[in-house]
């Protein structure tokens, strides 16, 4: 809340962060990595932040935060879990590049694009094996997935993500967020269909990178209606792919955080 504020107190901030050990530890480390290139090493997290702006520690603090729920519990070759978090990572940012363009809040929707996929893990860990088949089968749209979620396991991940962030008193746009996230035009009014077809968006972006070329980034969007909601082009999804991997050497430290 506080780095989301427009007139944030440096002071405050620099003193929540340091009442977290573990969170000073990898700020710290951040903001020493190849990365930033920074000619001295920074010591302190009031220079930290100095040198990073508010920005890069707000998405360095959510990542952090999140990133204890959404990394696998353990590694093993070929667990579904070990992609999920470098996916959320991706769709966090693409959510921010397109919440800039649409003047909405960039630090929430970067948060709401890391949390997307927060029932997903849920039902990994509950179901195990059953959910890892689920996970493995070829060919599967967004849609189709969460229908078949419904039916082997009688609920979508997207409806367990809601849940739990409702009971964890989440903001009430990014709960609906991600509940609508795959059906962005049954929310309840105008501003939150917005933000969840942003969220539908960003899925496919972050998808895209990984698995096809830029020409074919609005196959991977199959309800092309989230383009009208938020008023983006095709154009404009070629535009945010490439953001996206201009800053993949972040994502990949922001996924070291963990």
């Keep these: 809340q506080a780095l989301g504020e427009e007139d944030a107190d440096i ?36 220079e930290a932040v100095q040198q990073l702006g508010f920005q890069s520690v707000y998405r360095m603090v959510a990542a952090t935060a999140t990133g204890r729920l959404l990394a696998p519990s353990h590694s093993t070759e070929g667990n579904p879990q070990d992609g999920l978090w470098k996916h959320s990572v991706l769709t966090a940012f693409a959510a921010q590049f397109i919440a800039e363009d649409i003047s909405a809040e960039p630090g929430t929707m970067f948060t709401a694009g890391l949390l997307h996929d927060l029932g997903r893990m849920v039902l990994m860990r509950t ?17 189709g997935f969460a229908a078949r979620e419904l039916s082997l396991f009688g609920m979508t991940h997207a409806e367990v993500g809601s849940a739990l962030l409702t009971r964890w008193k989440f903001i009430a746009p990014i709960i609906s967020g991600v509940r609508f996230q795959n059906d962005p035009e049954g929310a309840d009014n105008d501003s939150a269909r917005r933000f969840a077809a942003c969220l539908h968006l960003s899925n496919a972006l972050a998808l895209s990178v990984v698995r096809v070329q830029t020409d074919q980034i609005v196959a991977q969007i199959e309800q092309p209606v989230s383009l009208s909601i938020v008023n ?7 535009r945010y792919q490439y953001l996206i991997t201009e800053n993949m050497e972040f994502v990949e430290a922001m996924c070291r955080l963990n």
């Design 11 to 46: 002071n405050q901030v620099v003193d929540l962060i340091s009442f977290d050990p573990a969170l000073t530890a990898k700020l710290l480390s951040l903001c020493n990595s190849t990365y930033f290139g920074f000619p001295t090493q920074v010591g302190s997290v009031s």
């Design 127 to 143: 179901f195990e094996a059953d959910y890892a088949r689920l996970m493995a089968e070829p060919g599967q749209t967004e849609a």
């Design 232 to 238: 983006r082009s095709p154009q404009d999804l070629t």
